[in-house]
């Protein structure tokens, strides 16, 4: 549920303040960009990779984004204490303002940045997925960006609940997997774990960038490669990643279960799950909030 105050420009707000204009091209068109992080006893979760991606799409799109990375984590940290929101999800986005017809000139900024926090979702054991074919095209220039345009995914999943499942497999043009509308997606063949290259159109994941460059286990080799469906279908587990779900099981794809040996999924989400208690204990000292620096 969302929490009682947002961030808004730098001002902690009450939500049901006003505070959007009508003519803002960001929420007529989906024209800006947001990331979705885990608060961790007071710690925002892999900030610098957030904003690192958060500057990357928002290059790609045009759109204006505060140079200070870290007068905005400060802000966010704000928003956590007024929220007392220390274990839970926080939703930043960065909302384009003009040009066009529909573009209002009192507003007198570039864009609007806008966080707010809610409690993190239990999503249980695990998911059932149902494939949506044609869904990313990988050879887009634009493929891989987190844009506010949401809309495609969020009816492809609510589809994919409407059928009994909880999460869609998003296929490209060429048939092979991407993602899901909200996650990565990942395989383990004995030792051997693979996901989607970002060739696939998929969207480069926090918890998939640190599984693929910051979590070494001896005897488990974990990389990129092509998937197709029947590669999922086979797999002796298959696992999604997000930074709300960690690394969740696949129970069952369409109508066949999925095989479960569990034994790379579980090395990975324990070593995953230390990594982020490291780094909560490596940056709690160093939050503005907790030292008292500004």
Known sequence: MLHRHILHNGAIREVSDPALSAGQAGLLSGWGVFSTLRVADGVLFAFERHWARIRRDAAAFHISIPEDAGEVQRQLLELVEANQAHNATLRLAIVRNGPGMWADPSVGRASDLIALTADSKDWGDG?????????????????????????????????????????????????????????????????????????????????????????????????????????????????????????????????????????????????FSEFVERYVVGHALACPQKNGSK
């Open 127 to 271: 998911v059932k997925l149902a494939y949506v074919r044609d869904a990313r095209h990988a050879a887009c220039p634009f493929a891989g960006t987190k844009i506010l345009s949401w809309a495609m995914n969020l009816t492809w999943l609510e589809s994919a609940q409407a059928l009994g499942f909880d999460e869609a497999i998003l296929l490209n043009e060429r048939s092979e997997v991407a993602e899901c509308t909200s996650a990565n997606i990942f395989i383990a063949n004995g030792s051997q774990v693979w996901t989607p290259p970002l060739s696939s159109g998929c969207l480069p994941g926090i918890t998939r960038e640190v599984l693929l460059g910051e979590i070494h286990l001896p005897g488990i080799a974990i990389g990129e490669k092509t998937l197709m469906p029947a590669d999922l279908e086979s797999a002796d587990e298959v696992f999604i990643t997000s930074t709300t779900r960690d690394l969740l099981p696949v129970l069952q794809i369409e109508e066949k279960k999925v095989r479960r040996s569990e034994r790379a999924r579980q090395a990975l989400d324990r070593a």
